[in-house]
């Protein structure tokens, strides 16, 4: 489904990625860790096609992400870093908005619109305005208008970031629901995130990928290995 090659991501002088490969299967569920700055918003935004790599390429369903943008578009939902929302917008208008930058069918927005509400569990908000929404809510949101449109691709940036206990755990199992039909890439720098959630593990550290690691085939606890990647005691990457 994804196939990332040889790709660099360079900011000036920044070297935010560098030569990362790594490829995800259909129906993976993976999780992307690392520490602040590792490059996970980075290797997201290249993913969805957000900006060009510098070197290397990414490719989607085989498909180069930078010759056919809008066809491969529609197979990603993204949820960006801080999810970004309209606020004062109500969440219906939101989602309405959505769809039709989504190229949806003004026939089946409805119909689609209902759906991903109550996949998300937002319907009992979708008048009331997103910035007046809880955190827990607006994360809702923010993935219901992901899966508009049905994508195969779901790419979340640290999607529990900044929700509280309750609101975290809502998130996981919805995540865990969404699971079943689609491939799933999420990012976050908190180890018991992908333990809960993910099959396999990609860490970044400083722009490079430290590891590649099946979760289920690791015998020594993530943590362990985490730390020792970040404080570069070991090199490894192996799948
Ligand atoms: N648009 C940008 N311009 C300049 N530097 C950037 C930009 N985006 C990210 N960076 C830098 O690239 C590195 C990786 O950032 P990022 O991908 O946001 O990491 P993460 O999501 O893992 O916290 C950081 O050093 C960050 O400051
Ligand atoms: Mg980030």
Known sequence: MISVQNVSKFFGPIKALQNITFEIKRGEVVGFLGPNGAGKTTMMRLITGFFPPSEGQVLIDGKDLCKSKSEIRRKIGYLPENNPLYRDMTAKDFLSYVAQLKGISFRTQKTAIQKTAEQCGVESVFNRLVGKLSKGYQQRLGLAQALLGDPELLILDEPTNGLDPKQIVEM????????????????????????????????????????????????????????????????????
């Open 172 to 239: 996981r199992n919805l995540i865990q629901l969404l699971r079943h039909e689609r491939t799933i890439l999420l990012s976050t720098h908190i180890l018991s995130e992908v333990q809960m959630t993910c099959e396999r593990v990609l860490i970044l550290n400083e722009g490079k990928m430290a590891a590649d690691l099946e979760l289920k085939s690791i015998e020594a606890s993530l943590e362990d290995i985490f730390l020792k990647v970040v404080n570069k005691e070991v090199e490894l990457c192996q799948k």
